[in-house]
């Protein structure tokens, strides 16, 4: 008669449980900050795009500037509601590429220089300057195809009707400037987009960073209580991003929204030209040009994004 004896065969699952339950939080906690950034990025600027339209038509026009009624007004006669969200799509992209990249940046930079101070010792302003200017500045070079895009359609309702490009999306865009300019195409404009995003992220990370001392050393609350630091230190940090970027911004915006004449001829030879130019034939308060409108746009969404990235934080461990 047969003895049935069961066969036992090795099962390798528990290794590599082992191995996926290891590696699955080191790669979340890698790729955390990015997600985190920007996704608060991106919502921040579905609230804010219909302020960032009137800002860059503003940006726009040489000589007296026109007032927002004016300007709302002038959006609602030729695209009604939905000319307040032209290049939507091309902003939505922008912060999927240059916030995540900003945000995931600034705190790696910032973990990294942490490493170098004394035991005990506090982090000096000078990390945060150092982290925002570098994540700014990158992010800025990762984001500006989609910075270049998002400008070119908000500014063709300006254009003569021969001249506009009618870009029907992001991707539109992106497609026929690579084709009709080159892959080069895409990072016009990359040296202002840069030095703004490095100025604007040097501001906020800054300032945020001494606010959020400063209102939790007034109020004796912890540095990430909602309401009495975290709040209002976003929107002192809206305040001075904004302050210190309007300069460059107002030339990334004229370079990125040049296009040759029948000539073959462009306004501006480079960023020095253009801001050589606006400065003699608009002066000084030239770069300043609806600095209220900016402040607006700028404020508010450098506010919720920080504020959004705070409560995700918390949110999302």
């Known amino acids: 008669r047969f003895r049935h004896t069961p066969v036992?065969?090795?099962?390798?699952?528990a290794s590599f449980t082992m191995t996926d339950t290891k590696s699955t939080p080191s790669i979340w906690k890698t790729v955390r900050p990015f997600v985190l950034g920007g996704t608060s990025g991106m919502i921040a600027t579905g609230v804010i795009q219909p302020i960032d339209m009137i800002k860059v038509q503003?940006?726009?026009?040489?000589?007296?500037?026109?007032?927002?009624?004016?300007?709302?007004q002038e959006i609602m006669a030729k695209d009604g509601v939905s000319g307040f969200y032209r290049g939507l799509s091309a902003g939505?992209?922008?912060?999927?590429?240059?916030?995540?990249?900003?945000?995931?940046?600034?705190?790696?930079?910032?973990?990294?220089?942490?490493?170098?101070?004394?035991?005990g010792e506090k982090d000096p302003i000078w990390h945060a300057f150092v982290a925002g200017f570098s994540a700014g500045a990158l992010g800025a070079l990762v984001?500006?195809?989609?910075?270049?895009?998002?400008?070119?359609?908000?500014a063709d309702s300006?254009?003569?009707v021969d001249q506009r490009r009618n870009y029907k999306n992001i991707f539109?865009?992106?497609?026929?400037?690579?084709?009709?300019?080159?892959?080069?195409?895409?990072?016009?404009?990359?040296?202002p987009t840069v030095?703004?995003?490095?100025v604007l992220n040097t501001g906020m990370f800054a300032s945020q960073d001494v606010a959020k001392k400063t209102f939790s050393s007034v109020t004796g609350k912890p540095k990430n209580d909602l309401y009495m630091v975290e709040a209002p230190s976003a929107l002192t940090a809206g305040f001075f991003?904004?302050?210190?970027?309007?300069?460059?911004?107002?030339?990334?915006?004229?370079?990125?929204?040049?296009?040759?004449?029948?000539?073959?001829n462009v306004p501006y030879s480079g960023n020095m030209d253009c801001a050589m130019k606006i400065l003699k034939n608009e002066g000084a308060l030239g770069f300043y040009k609806g600095f209220g409108t900016f402040l607006i746009r700028i404020g508010p969404h450098v506010a919720i994004t920080l504020v959004l990235l705070d409560v995700l934080k918390k949110s999302i461990p």
């Open 195 to 198: 030095a703004r995003a490095a």
């Open 58 to 72: 503003k940006q726009l026009a040489e000589g007296a500037v026109p007032s927002t009624t004016k300007v709302c």
């Open 241 to 264: 991003a904004a302050a210190c970027s309007l300069p460059m911004d107002m030339v990334k915006t004229r370079m990125q929204k040049m296009r040759p004449d029948a000539q073959g």
């Open 92 to 119: 939505l992209f922008r912060q999927a590429t240059y916030t995540t990249a900003r945000m995931g940046l600034f705190g790696i930079f910032k973990e990294e220089l942490a490493k170098t101070k004394k035991p």
């Open 158 to 160: 300006n254009l003569p």
């Open 8 to 13: 036992v065969l090795p099962v390798p699952a």
């Open 143 to 154: 984001g500006n195809p989609a910075d270049l895009t998002l400008i070119r359609m908000q």
């Open 172 to 191: 539109d865009a992106l497609i026929r400037i690579t084709r009709e300019e080159g892959v080069m195409g895409l990072f016009a404009g990359a040296g």
